[in-house]
């Protein structure tokens, strides 16, 4: 017996854990479990118990997660599995629907709340500490308004893998726990245009410290709830913000510096993989700076400023890749207006603006100084540099995975041997280019020479930088026609590409060369399929 096994706590099935429920106990909740439609004025949450579903399975389970939280995998159906869909309920548990409200699209929406999620209670790590576990499609809330509280396998399946594959890129992020397939049918028009169809559907059980969002302060502003939303600030800062101190005006003030700062991490990350969140309303922005909701997403693949994969955002493309920045900040705003009636002077929040700015400016920096393998020598070259790339990379059609990561072989490979450089960097092109014009392979070209100049000022060996890159630049990531593949797959019941890609995600800085073919660029006959290229907010 090694000395892990003989010290890891043994993992627990789920239907033994003792759940807390400080959202439910510290804050003000309507406790009826009426499911009715409607509005919930003066409450945090509904009491609410999921609807039970017809035949639970188990289709998909995070083991890494699932054994830092000292859970056991449960069997593909029974009491566990039940649980996770919302059939079974622990005597701990004490469900809740969150009520929140939201700008979406901009425009201020009111009350919107859980209307599929439900949090079902908090369970303890490890390491001692503290996650909410919250069903996603569980049935109807009071916040359900008119739709039908579930959830379809697509998204569903979408949601769980990209959730956990964020979290092996290092991007903060809400966690998935389990998928489970609920036998029932659910019925959705994919694309809203009149051709609704039964899919299945499915539940994924998410893992986070808290699932607050900007908007379960906004609806508190927008009702004038004054003594609730300081209730909730507090109850934030306390459970998530302790190192902040007792909660007090200037402790609000740090508060919203640090919501700022995280929110701009969280900014950088997304803009140095090429995630596009695709619905970045304020009731999607996790109070902790996580990415939360997974709906419709993608993955750059020629990098396009202007790409997004939501086709309900085609007129305005308001929530495009490189519109996330300014989006992040204009929801900030609005989180700052909620919290402004705990405070003396709004004017006092203006600073925490600028530590976004600023945060996201020196984040991205590092992260493409990283990503380019240089350390820092004189910044403003070095910004002219990046600003050059992005400028080439908008105006070709050239993947951005897969650039940046034949760049970590190809730029310190040139360092040990320059010859041929010319034709090892338009080979390197080629490789990544869906298509390209002479004169776009030509200011590409340009900007490589001028980056291997710069990479030849660099002191640690071409073998340290190479290393450095490949931890910086992923082999892997969830595009969009592999998770639709996945889908189409698991929906006659095949799991095998879900089960591949959950391994291959767990590891995308890895080589991995016997699945070469998941790192490929987006072959032709994906660039306009409806799935792999675009997706509505249907789910
Ligand atoms: N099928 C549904 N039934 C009930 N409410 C829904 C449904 N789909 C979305 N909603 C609600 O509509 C609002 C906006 O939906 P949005 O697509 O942002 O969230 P979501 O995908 O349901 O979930 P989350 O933000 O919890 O990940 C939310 O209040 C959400 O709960
Ligand atoms: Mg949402």
Known sequence: MSIETATA????????????????????????????????????????????????????????????????????????????????????????????????????????????????????????????IQLKGAGPTPYSRRADGRAVLRSSLREFLCSE???????????????????????RDMFYNGNARPEPGAIVARVAPTFVRFGNFQILLATGETENLRALADYVIRHQFPELGEPSPEVYVRWFEEICRRTAVMIAHWQSVGFVHGVMNTDNMSILGLTIDYGPYGWLEPYDLGWTPNTTDFGGRRYA???????????????????????PDIKLLNPALQVYADTLATTRHDMMLRK?????????????????????????????????????????????????????????????????APDEEQDLLEWLHRYMQRLRQEKATPEAIRE????????????????????????????????????????????????????????????????????????
Not at 494 to 508: A, G, I
């Open 9 to 132: 706590p043994p993992l627990r099935p789920l239907e033994q854990v003792v759940f807390q429920n400080s959202f439910v106990e510290e804050m003000k909740g309507e406790a009826s479990m009426n499911k009715n439609p409607r509005q919930v004025p003066g409450y945090h949450y509904s009491r609410v118990d999921p609807t039970a579903v017809k035949d639970p399975h188990l289709l998909a389970w995070s083991a890494d997660l699932a054994n830092y939280l000292g859970l056991a995998r449960p069997p593909e159906r029974g009491a566990a599995v039940d649980m996770l869909a919302g059939n079974r309920v622990a005597e701990t548990m004490k469900p809740f629907a969150a009520r929140y409200g939201g700008h979406q699209f901009g425009n201020w929406a009111g009350q919107l709340g859980d209307g599929r999620a439900m949090s079902l209670g908090e369970l303890t790590a490890i390491d001692g500490s503290v996650w909410e």
């Open 165 to 187: 594959a964020m979290h092996y890129l290092g991007v903060p992020t809400t966690r998935a726990l389990s998928l489970v397939g609920t036998g029932d049918e659910v019925v």
């Open 321 to 343: 890749f490189g519109q996330q920045p300014n989006v992040a900040l204009w929801n900030l705003m609005q989180l700052g207006q909620a919290l402004s009636p705990l405070l």
């Open 372 to 436: 380019l393998g240089l350390t820092s020598l004189v910044p403003e070259d070095d910004k002219a540099l990046f600003t050059a790339l992005e400028q080439a990379l908008a105006e070709s059609e050239i993947d951005m995975t897969v650039f940046f990561r034949r760049l970590s072989h190809t730029g310190p490979a040139l360092l040990l041997d320059q010859g041929n450089e010319d034709t090892k960097l338009r080979e390197l092109l080629q490789t990544a280019a869906y298509s390209m």
């Open 468 to 539: 450095s890159m490949l931890r910086a630049n992923p082999k892997y990531v969830l595009r969009n026609y592999l998770a639709q593949q996945a889908i189409e797959a698991a929906e006659t019941g095949d799991l095998s590409l879900l089960n591949r890609l959950m391994e291959v995600l767990k590891t995308p800085f890895a080589e991995q060369p016997e699945h070469e073919d998941l790192a490929a660029k987006r072959p032709e006959w994906a660039r306009e399929k409806p799935g792999s290229a675009t997706l509505s907010c249907s789910s």
